[in-house]
């Protein structure tokens, strides 16, 4: 834990008390501070009181003498209107905060010069943040992870000299961190996403460029109009830039030529990395996530030949495009964590011979936007609520069966890759939510990794629960 000491002898109002919320209701209080916290829920108030956390209903208290508001994430800070505490703050003139600001201002009191890399975008967070950890440790570096890739920021190891931290952010975590400041930040992409709570595609971007204003290296993907926008503004406000692109060459920067990554200086440039061979970093997204890890590791100080044993050994993001069993020349991979066709978009592009599995709770749009990756798919086996809907849409251009269950899907998608040979893939990319038949998107992709561990004449490539 890291104890909020620069809230000693304050009293804070914090409002959500799920997980990260009372993780930070802990951590103000482990370093001096009165709390006073509080959740929509009763059964989330009751747990924190009973865990020892100061509760009270934010409605009755005196914001005469409270400090700061502290909102979970997923509270509406602005859009589509501000939550009640919010305004609350806002009239007794209290700053309104979240645990990503707690731990930057922890930061600069005790250990402003520990490497902080942050990492925030649309697309390709969470696989560049456990990246870029993962090079790090294996760099043999004291590294620590955490943020919105699921665990709590205020959970890790204090900070002290020669201690990384690699934080993954999501635009409702910078809204509420006005001083974020890391060492190296990282912008990857932008596209629309979360309007319902920023109202706008510009205030969405505007809140995202925040990140790469404040660090001391800003490392930005250039493939979009927003994200260019932001490098030439904040370059021009004095930030070194490091620019990265996926499609183009650059005369400055790092950019994927095919499965190289060039690192340009001066029009220059030169193979800094080769991702043919890793399959955990397979396809051009997953280019642009490569290339802003080099660029963060090279900007807080790794030498290239760490940074390339970091990207040979990476393991692949649980449930992101993530090999879990291979049978004779099929492999199998679990790509659970798209739950919608652009998000399932990035593992249909990066093979040729699919056997595909899709379905669950169907998003709006369903996967018209997926036809061009059709040609790519040998069968689709489909799943779930959105079966009938899929099927539809794939009519005549793509073989299908309406499976009904993964288990059944999975059974099938593998006896008919093994007649084809080496080089078929088992895909399960189901461009659907799984709130029909499973808990969440974890649970769904374990149910995919037991079901291929089953197979018999299987070699598994990770654990059973993937």
């Avoid at 409270?66 to 602005?78: D, H």
């Avoid at 440039?269 to 802003?292: C, K, P, Y």
């Avoid at 970091?310 to 679990?334: D, I, T």
């Avoid at 099938?412 to 029909?436: I, N, Q, R, Y």
């Amino acid at each position: 834990m890291i104890p909020a000491s620069t809230f000693k002898g304050k009293t804070v109002a914090l409002f959500g008390l799920g997980g990260s919320g009372l993780a930070t209701a802990m951590a103000l209080q482990a370093g001096g501070a009165t709390v006073i916290a509080w959740d929509d829920n009763p059964g989330s108030v009751d747990n924190a009181a009973k865990a020892g956390i100061g509760t009270g209903d934010l409605r009755a208290a005196d914001w005469g003498g409270v400090a700061a508001l502290v909102l979970s994430p997923g509270v509406p800070l602005t859009h589509p209107k501000p939550h009640w505490t919010v305004d609350l703050a806002r009239a007794a003139g209290a700053e309104i905060i979240g645990d990503v600001e707690i731990f930057v201002r922890e930061r600069r009191a005790h250990a402003p010069d520990c490497p902080f890399i942050a990492i925030t975008g649309t697309n390709g967070k969470s696989t560049t943040t456990a990246l870029i950890a993962h090079i790090l440790k294996t760099s043999g570096r004291d590294t620590q992870l955490g943020g919105n890739i699921g665990t709590a920021v205020l959970t890790l190891d204090p900070p002290k000299a020669g201690r990384f931290y690699v934080v993954e952010c999501s635009s409702y975590q910078i809204d509420l961190a006005p001083t974020i400041d890391p060492s190296a930040g990282i912008l990857l992409n932008l596209t629309p996403d979360h309007l319902d709570r920023h109202g706008t595609m510009q205030h969405y971007a505007d809140v995202k460029e925040r990140l790469v204003a404040g660090s001391r290296a800003a490392i930005v993907g250039v493939d979009d109009t927003y994200c260019t926008l932001i490098a030439d503004r904040i370059e021009r406000a004095g930030t070194r830039v490091e620019r990265i692109s996926r499609r183009n060459p650059l005369a400055d920067g790092i950019y994927a030529d095919g499965t190289r990554l060039m690192i340009a200086r001066g029009g220059t440039a030169r193979a800094v990395a080769d991702l043919s061979a890793i399959q955990t970093l397979r396809g051009s997204h997953n280019a642009q996530n490569a290339a802003a890890a080099i660029a963060a590791c090279l900007a807080v100080g790794l030498a290239e030949d760490e940074i390339r044993a970091g990207l040979a050994s990476f393991p692949g993001l649980q449930h992101r495009m993530q090999p879990v069993g291979r049978r004779g020349g099929v492999l199998f991979v679990n790509d659970s964590k798209a739950t919608n066709a652009d998000a399932a978009a990035p593992a249909l592009s990066s093979f040729e011979r699919i056997h595909w599995i899709a379905g669950g709770l169907p998003k709006e749009g369903g996967i018209t936007t997926l036809s061009g990756f059709f040609p790519r798919i040998a069968r689709a086996y489909l799943i779930g609520e959105a079966a009938p809907a899929f099927a539809a849409t794939l009519g005549e251009a793509v073989p299908y069966e309406i499976s009904g269950t993964l288990d059944r899907a999975v059974r099938h998608a593998a006896a008919e890759a093994e007649k084809e040979g080496s080089g078929s893939v088992v895909l399960l990319s189901p461009a659907c939510a799984s709130f029909d038949q499973y808990k969440n998107f974890e649970v769904r992709g374990e149910a995919f990794v037991a079901h291929v561990a089953e197979l018999p004449g299987m070699t598994m490539l990770v654990d059973r629960k993937g």
